[in-house]
């Protein structure tokens, strides 16, 4: 396993499992305010999925998606196939030695080029800052025995779980 692997397998498999935690939460719970960041459970996942299909779909060069499922089962979809289309985006980059190749932000005002490992590394910084606001968020709520939510750990419970 390349570090690629591991940062887009670790990036996937602990959004995945805060998810899956949240399934204990209610509605009222998902959407109770905290001072911080985007204020609740729901908005940070729906923040960190939608952060992941935008720039997966801008590099991609194809139109944004417009799935806007907001409940966790919706938001476990939505996550395992962003997180498919970028891992597929990612390696093919990296494949053909185009970490430093340039693409149009079309988003930006006025739009702007960025490399495309600029962006890579921007999608799996973005949602771990976001996470441990998460784990911040489901801790106040109550929620125990939350995982670290760091690259080891995953590396450990990935490698305990193969045969």
Known sequence: MD???RLLGHDAWTTRQLLLRCRELSDAQLDQEFDIAHCTARATLIHIISNMEIWTDLM???PQRTDNDRDVEG????????A???SSFARSIAHDGR???LWLDHLDHPPRKKSYGGAIAHVITHSMHHRAQLLYILRRLGVRDLIEGDVLSWESEVKN???
């Not at 938001?75 to 962003?82: A, G, I, T």
């Open 3 to 5: 570090l690629l692997d």
């Open 75 to 82: 938001l476990l979809r939505r996550l395992d196939k962003v």
């Open 161 to 163: 779980a193969m045969p």
């Open 84 to 86: 498919a289309d970028l």
């Open 99 to 101: 970490w430093d190749d």
């Open 60 to 62: 991609s060069g194809r």
